[in-house]
């Protein structure tokens, strides 16, 4: 007579549960190295720290309560993506440019980024536009609040979307590492207020993804980078003279 096949229990006589793998989210493990480089960010939009300040690695790690590796990490990790300087036997310190530099890193700018939107527009879709829309109702907001941070915040967030619609990751990761850098540089340099027309302009590249082709296209964008720069360039400048 065959024998009736037993039950699987578990440790208390109760079946065993289905087995549950894959019905939850993963979550991501954040670094300690990550959270000081977000903390640092955050500092030098906010301008706690300025272009020229000193950063010291035993000061911060006592203030964060973590261990200098840490620290030592992430400022490694923010020189490589241009927000800081590494001298050797002297320090660590935030990036200072020149207005000369600064020129010649919105001119590679305009380049580098000219190129990832014209990928950008072999891959745009209508959710895109309506997406980067909300980006400059976001910018527009905060000009009108005179806060100026989260229009540099919301206007990273527009030209990022854009670069990773260029679907070309090592363009991505270069922008990545000029062109935040240079934002916070200049909000820190320039005394200027954000106003809602800069935001406006950004529509002129909406447009043109939407519905431009070569050579307008090509001229449209380059025409909005290059007055961007105008801008930030002057704004810094301004600045400059109004210090005593």
Request: proline letters at 4%.
């Amino acid at each position: 007579m065959p024998m009736k096949k037993k039950q699987q229990n578990g440790s208390a006589g109760r079946p065993v549960a289905a087995d549950n793998r894959g019905t939850f989210p993963e979550i991501a493990a954040e670094s300690l190295r990550d959270k000081v480089i977000a903390s640092l960010k955050d500092a030098f939009f906010s301008g706690e720290l300025k272009p020229g300040d000193a950063i010291v690695e035993r000061h911060l790690a006592q203030q964060m309560k973590i261990g200098s590796p840490a620290v030592r990490e992430a400022l490694i990790t923010l020189q490589q993506q241009g927000f800081v300087n590494r001298v050797a036997n002297t320090g660590t310190y935030v990036n200072s440019f020149t207005v000369d530099e600064v020129r010649q890193l919105y001119q590679l700018r305009v380049e580098f980024e000219l190129l990832a939107f014209k990928w950008a527009k072999l891959r745009v879709r209508e959710a895109d536009l309506k997406k980067l829309e909300t980006f400059v109702d976001a910018m527009a907001d905060a000009a009108n609040q005179k806060d100026t941070r989260k229009f540099f915040e919301h206007d990273l967030d527009f030209h990022r979307y854009c670069w990773r619609l260029s679907g070309n990751k090592f363009l991505e990761r270069s922008l990545e590492n000029l062109v935040p850098p240079l934002f916070a540089f200049v909000l820190n340099a320039s005394d200027d207020t954000v106003q809602e027309l800069v935001a406006r302009q950004h529509l002129q590249i909406i447009s043109a993804l939407k519905s431009a082709y070569e050579p307008d296209f090509s001229s449209i964008i380059r025409d909005a980078l290059t007055t961007f720069a105008l801008e930030g360039v002057s704004s810094m400048l301004e600045g400059h003279h109004r210090k005593p």
